[in-house]
């Protein structure tokens, strides 16, 4: 099923994403933890890309045995990063046939953390060309495009970055899921500054639960100097252990979860990092077995 029309269906979605494993030994691991979230229902998941095209060959391998073995609605990662526009279009061929509808279409990091964004010669630039590219030669699929509540580290013009983001959904872009987050008022005011310029495609709100101090420095890395708010700050500073800062963080997250529910969202994707552990949490804090529950209390 194509993710816009779980959007209409639904009050507000539930997503997980997944990343390929790098080893053979990881694949059992990643589908004994996905088998451990089956049981929530969720609406869809997504399968991530590698940086420079790292994983290309193992994300379309997931994404294959999630939608065949398991029967989730799947929607794969497409970036322009070392892609010809010919080799995408083989890509979307690819999982045309096998029957998928969906996509997230990005532009991608580059390769390297210390190189800058380079377009690849016959590639495309920027996300909004990727996005008008599958729409006009795949006019069947579903596009996601990625939001940044918090800015997008490489415009600082919080108003041209509104701009780019319009770009792609008028580009053809069917809805928006955005960068995680930990203050939902960050969320609540990027919507409302979305629609304030014209943005009207469905947002869906990202959220990764902190498990441990390692990974709240890592996750301010990987999003730019994403804003800890100072409760969340002191909760896990004041842990005695990485036992209590993943308590601590689940129980945020589980708080953030709740809030967005009840103001109804569109949709919540949960980034599990290949693990069931935290998200399993997040339901049974919140007294729900199933994502249909959350609608249902």
């Given at each position: ?10 009050p507000t979605t539930f997503s997980f994403e997944f990343f390929p494993p790098k080893s053979e030994d ?99 630039e920027y996300a909004c060309e990727l996005v008008a590219f599958i729409r006009k030669n795949f006019p ?116 953030q979860v709740r809030d967005l529910v009840e103001n109804q969202v569109r949709g919540i994707h949960f ?27």
């Amino acid at each position: 099923m194509k993710v816009k029309d779980l959007l209409d269906q639904t009050p507000t979605t539930f997503s997980f994403e997944f990343f390929p494993p790098k080893s053979e030994d990881g694949w059992e691991n990643l589908f004994n933890n996905i088998s451990k979230l089956l049981p929530l229902k969720p609406s869809y998941v997504s399968v991530t890309y590698g940086a420079g095209g790292s994983t290309r060959h193992r994300t379309h391998e997931l994404v294959v045995r999630i939608h065949k073995e398991l029967g989730l609605t799947v929607v794969p990662h497409l970036t322009c990063v070392g892609s010809t526009k010919d080799e995408i279009a083989k890509i979307m061929e690819r999982y045309q046939k096998e029957g998928i509808e969906n996509v997230l279409a990005l532009r991608g990091d580059a390769p390297d953390d210390n190189e800058k964004w380079t377009k690849t010669e016959g590639g495309f630039e920027y996300a909004c060309e990727l996005v008008a590219f599958i729409r006009k030669n795949f006019p069947d699929f579903c596009i996601g495009v990625a939001g940044f509540p918090e800015g997008h580290p490489e415009t600082p013009n919080r108003l041209v970055e509104l701009d780019h983001l319009k770009a792609k959904v008028d580009a053809g872009a069917d809805y928006i899921v955005t960068q995680f987050f930990f203050a939902n008022q960050d969320f609540y005011d990027y919507q409302e500054r979305c629609s304030l310029a014209g943005i009207e495609a469905p947002i869906i709100a990202g959220i990764m639960p902190i498990i441990s101090t390692q990974g709240m420095h890592r996750m301010s890395e990987l999003a730019a100097g994403s804003r800890i708010p100072a409760p969340l700050y002191r909760l896990i500073t004041r842990a005695v252990n990485e036992e209590y800062v993943e308590h601590a963080g689940v129980h945020w997250a589980s708080e953030q979860v709740r809030d967005l529910v009840e103001n109804q969202v569109r949709g919540i994707h949960f980034y599990t990092l290949n693990r069931s552990n935290a998200t399993l949490r997040i339901y049974q804090s919140l007294g729900v077995k199933n994502s249909k529950q959350f609608l249902e209390t």
